[in-house]
Protein backbone atom coordinates (compact mmCIF):
# COMPACT_ATOMS: atom_id res chain seq x y z
CA UNK A 1 0.00 0.00 0.00
CA UNK A 2 1.24 3.59 -0.77
CA UNK A 3 0.02 6.77 0.36
CA UNK A 4 0.61 9.51 -1.62
CA UNK A 5 1.20 12.92 0.60
CA UNK A 6 -1.59 14.63 1.93
CA UNK A 7 -3.16 11.39 2.62
CA UNK A 8 -2.77 10.54 5.89
CA UNK A 9 -2.81 11.22 9.36
CA UNK A 10 -0.34 11.34 12.38
CA UNK A 11 -1.30 11.23 15.64
CA UNK A 12 0.22 12.03 18.60
CA UNK A 13 -0.54 9.95 21.88
CA UNK A 14 1.17 10.77 25.18
CA UNK A 15 0.46 9.71 28.93
CA UNK A 16 -2.30 12.50 30.96
CA UNK A 17 0.04 13.56 33.52
CA UNK A 18 -1.97 14.52 37.68
CA UNK A 19 -1.54 16.87 39.97
CA UNK A 20 -3.67 15.53 42.67
CA UNK A 21 -3.24 18.32 45.19
CA UNK A 22 -3.92 21.06 42.72
CA UNK A 23 -6.84 18.43 40.87
CA UNK A 24 -5.53 19.45 37.64
CA UNK A 25 -4.64 17.22 34.87
CA UNK A 26 -2.34 17.46 31.51
CA UNK A 27 -0.85 16.10 28.84
CA UNK A 28 2.27 17.77 26.80
CA UNK A 29 1.11 17.50 22.99
CA UNK A 30 4.49 19.28 21.82
CA UNK A 31 4.83 21.39 18.68
CA UNK A 32 2.32 21.36 15.92
CA UNK A 33 4.60 21.99 13.20
CA UNK A 34 6.81 18.88 13.98
CA UNK A 35 5.69 15.48 12.69
CA UNK A 36 6.67 14.14 15.58
CA UNK A 37 5.64 16.75 17.92
CA UNK A 38 6.07 15.38 21.42
CA UNK A 39 9.61 14.25 20.17
CA UNK A 40 10.63 18.35 21.26
CA UNK A 41 9.85 17.88 24.97
CA UNK A 42 13.63 16.70 26.59
CA UNK A 43 11.65 16.64 30.05
CA UNK A 44 8.92 17.49 32.27
CA UNK A 45 8.65 18.42 36.15
CA UNK A 46 5.88 18.50 38.00
CA UNK A 47 7.33 20.56 41.53
CA UNK A 48 3.92 22.48 42.13
CA UNK A 49 3.38 23.65 38.41
CA UNK A 50 4.11 21.99 35.22
CA UNK A 51 7.96 22.53 34.07
CA UNK A 52 8.99 21.51 30.66
CA UNK A 53 12.46 21.70 28.35
CA UNK A 54 11.36 21.51 24.65
CA UNK A 55 13.61 22.28 22.26
CA UNK A 56 12.58 23.59 19.02
CA UNK A 57 10.30 26.61 17.76
CA UNK A 58 7.06 27.00 16.63
CA UNK A 59 3.40 26.85 18.54
CA UNK A 60 3.38 24.61 21.33
CA UNK A 61 -0.03 22.54 22.49
CA UNK A 62 -0.72 20.93 25.99
CA UNK A 63 -3.89 19.76 27.29
CA UNK A 64 -4.86 21.29 30.23
CA UNK A 65 -8.40 20.41 32.61
CA UNK A 66 -8.69 23.72 33.52
CA UNK A 67 -6.60 27.43 32.58
CA UNK A 68 -3.65 28.44 33.44
CA UNK A 69 -3.09 31.07 35.63
CA UNK A 70 0.41 31.80 34.41
CA UNK A 71 2.47 30.85 31.57
CA UNK A 72 6.28 31.20 31.25
CA UNK A 73 8.99 31.14 28.61
CA UNK A 74 12.54 31.04 30.54
CA UNK A 75 10.85 32.70 32.83
CA UNK A 76 9.78 35.47 31.72
CA UNK A 77 5.47 36.18 31.50
CA UNK A 78 4.38 35.14 28.30
CA UNK A 79 0.85 35.22 26.31
CA UNK A 80 -1.02 31.79 25.93
CA UNK A 81 -4.37 30.97 24.34
CA UNK A 82 -6.82 28.41 26.37
CA UNK A 83 -9.75 26.62 24.53
CA UNK A 84 -11.93 25.46 27.45
CA UNK A 85 -14.10 23.75 24.77
CA UNK A 86 -11.10 21.01 24.24
CA UNK A 87 -8.43 22.11 26.85
CA UNK A 88 -5.45 23.21 24.38
CA UNK A 89 -3.58 25.48 25.96
CA UNK A 90 -1.20 27.51 23.01
CA UNK A 91 2.06 28.94 23.24
CA UNK A 92 4.69 30.30 20.91
CA UNK A 93 8.03 29.18 21.32
CA UNK A 94 10.59 31.31 20.19
CA UNK A 95 13.61 30.07 18.32
CA UNK A 96 17.26 29.33 20.51
CA UNK A 97 20.09 26.33 20.36
CA UNK A 98 19.58 25.59 24.39
CA UNK A 99 16.30 24.16 25.04
CA UNK A 100 13.36 26.63 26.22
CA UNK A 101 12.12 26.18 30.04
CA UNK A 102 8.38 26.51 29.65
CA UNK A 103 5.97 26.67 32.55
CA UNK A 104 2.22 26.79 33.20
CA UNK A 105 1.06 27.90 37.22
CA UNK A 106 -2.13 26.56 38.05
Not at 42 to 70: H, T, W
Not at 74 to 95: A, K, M
Amino acid sequence: MTLNPLEYDILTVTPLLQDIAKDVCFAPIGLLNMMNSGGCVESIDLNGNLVMKVRGEGQFCVYASCQPKVCKLDGEITNFIYNSGDGRVLVEVPWKVEPTTLGLCF
